[in-house]
Nanobody
Framework: VQLQASGGGLVQDGGSLRLSCAAS????????RAWFRQAPGKEREFVAA????????YYTDSVKGRFTISGDNAKNTGYLQMNSLKPEDTAVYYC???????????????????WGRGTLVTVSS
Protein backbone atom coordinates (compact mmCIF):
# COMPACT_ATOMS: atom_id res chain seq x y z
CA VAL A 1 0.00 0.00 0.00
CA GLN A 2 1.40 3.33 -0.99
CA LEU A 3 0.27 6.93 -0.81
CA GLN A 4 2.10 9.39 -3.00
CA ALA A 5 1.71 13.11 -2.36
CA SER A 6 2.63 15.67 -4.99
CA GLY A 7 1.95 19.23 -6.04
CA GLY A 8 3.99 21.19 -3.54
CA GLY A 9 6.17 24.09 -4.52
CA LEU A 10 7.04 27.73 -3.99
CA VAL A 11 4.22 30.26 -4.21
CA GLN A 12 3.79 33.88 -3.23
CA ASP A 13 1.57 35.13 -0.44
CA GLY A 14 -2.02 34.94 -1.67
CA GLY A 15 -1.28 32.30 -4.29
CA SER A 16 -2.76 28.85 -4.84
CA LEU A 17 -1.58 25.27 -5.08
CA ARG A 18 -3.33 21.94 -5.50
CA LEU A 19 -1.88 18.91 -3.75
CA SER A 20 -2.65 15.39 -4.93
CA CYS A 21 -2.45 12.10 -3.07
CA ALA A 22 -2.50 9.01 -5.26
CA ALA A 23 -3.11 5.63 -3.62
CA SER A 24 -1.91 2.31 -4.95
CA UNK A 25 -1.99 -1.20 -3.65
CA UNK A 26 -5.53 -1.03 -2.34
CA UNK A 27 -8.63 1.11 -2.42
CA UNK A 28 -9.81 3.23 0.47
CA UNK A 29 -13.54 3.32 -0.20
CA UNK A 30 -14.49 3.16 3.49
CA UNK A 31 -11.55 5.12 4.81
CA UNK A 32 -10.98 8.70 5.83
CA ARG A 33 -8.33 10.48 3.79
CA ALA A 34 -6.57 13.43 5.35
CA TRP A 35 -3.83 15.99 5.03
CA PHE A 36 -1.46 16.93 7.83
CA ARG A 37 1.39 19.38 7.78
CA GLN A 38 4.57 19.89 9.71
CA ALA A 39 6.49 23.13 9.84
CA PRO A 40 10.15 23.24 10.92
CA GLY A 41 10.45 22.83 14.66
CA LYS A 42 6.75 22.12 15.11
CA GLU A 43 4.62 19.06 15.61
CA ARG A 44 2.61 17.52 12.82
CA GLU A 45 -0.83 19.13 12.73
CA PHE A 46 -4.15 18.23 11.21
CA VAL A 47 -5.24 20.24 8.16
CA ALA A 48 -8.27 18.57 6.58
CA ALA A 49 -9.99 15.22 6.18
CA UNK A 50 -12.66 13.67 3.99
CA UNK A 51 -14.70 10.54 4.52
CA UNK A 52 -14.35 8.39 1.41
CA UNK A 53 -17.71 6.75 2.12
CA UNK A 54 -20.05 9.73 2.62
CA UNK A 55 -17.99 12.76 1.64
CA UNK A 56 -18.03 14.42 5.06
CA UNK A 57 -15.24 16.94 5.43
CA TYR A 58 -13.36 18.42 8.36
CA TYR A 59 -10.96 21.36 8.47
CA THR A 60 -8.77 22.96 11.04
CA ASP A 61 -9.93 26.51 11.78
CA SER A 62 -6.91 28.22 10.25
CA VAL A 63 -7.65 26.88 6.75
CA LYS A 64 -11.45 27.06 6.68
CA GLY A 65 -12.65 29.05 3.70
CA ARG A 66 -9.24 28.81 2.00
CA PHE A 67 -8.57 25.08 1.57
CA THR A 68 -10.85 22.47 0.03
CA ILE A 69 -10.36 18.73 0.36
CA SER A 70 -11.84 16.40 -2.21
CA GLY A 71 -11.43 12.97 -3.68
CA ASP A 72 -11.86 11.01 -6.89
CA ASN A 73 -12.91 7.43 -6.22
CA ALA A 74 -12.31 6.31 -9.77
CA LYS A 75 -8.71 7.51 -9.64
CA ASN A 76 -8.25 6.56 -5.98
CA THR A 77 -6.77 10.02 -5.54
CA GLY A 78 -7.34 12.76 -3.00
CA TYR A 79 -6.78 16.48 -3.46
CA LEU A 80 -6.20 19.54 -1.35
CA GLN A 81 -6.91 22.81 -3.12
CA MET A 82 -5.16 25.60 -1.26
CA ASN A 83 -6.12 29.20 -2.01
CA SER A 84 -5.13 32.49 -0.42
CA LEU A 85 -1.97 30.90 0.88
CA LYS A 86 -0.10 32.61 3.70
CA PRO A 87 3.52 32.36 4.85
CA GLU A 88 2.31 30.49 7.94
CA ASP A 89 1.03 27.71 5.65
CA THR A 90 4.65 26.87 4.85
CA ALA A 91 5.26 23.24 5.81
CA VAL A 92 5.75 19.74 4.56
CA TYR A 93 2.30 18.37 3.75
CA TYR A 94 1.51 14.69 4.25
CA CYS A 95 -1.47 12.69 3.09
CA UNK A 96 -2.76 9.81 5.16
CA UNK A 97 -5.56 7.25 5.36
CA UNK A 98 -7.44 6.02 8.41
CA UNK A 99 -10.14 3.48 9.13
CA UNK A 100 -11.64 5.86 11.68
CA UNK A 101 -14.33 8.40 10.83
CA UNK A 102 -15.15 10.48 13.90
CA UNK A 103 -13.85 14.02 14.12
CA UNK A 104 -12.10 13.34 17.42
CA UNK A 105 -10.16 10.48 15.87
CA UNK A 106 -9.35 11.72 12.40
CA UNK A 107 -7.78 14.94 13.62
CA UNK A 108 -5.08 12.94 15.41
CA UNK A 109 -2.00 11.54 13.60
CA UNK A 110 -2.21 8.40 15.74
CA UNK A 111 -5.42 7.39 13.94
CA UNK A 112 -3.59 6.91 10.64
CA UNK A 113 -1.68 3.82 9.61
CA UNK A 114 -1.07 4.78 5.99
CA TRP A 115 1.11 7.78 5.27
CA GLY A 116 2.56 9.24 2.13
CA ARG A 117 5.90 10.92 1.82
CA GLY A 118 5.54 14.65 2.27
CA THR A 119 5.50 17.39 -0.28
CA LEU A 120 6.97 20.78 0.60
CA VAL A 121 4.86 23.90 0.34
CA THR A 122 6.69 27.21 0.71
CA VAL A 123 4.77 30.49 0.76
CA SER A 124 6.90 33.57 0.39
CA SER A 125 5.90 36.94 1.79
Amino acid sequence: VQLQASGGGLVQDGGSLRLSCAASGRTFRSYTRAWFRQAPGKEREFVAAISWSDGSTYYTDSVKGRFTISGDNAKNTGYLQMNSLKPEDTAVYYCAASAYSSYARVTQPSAYIYWGRGTLVTVSS
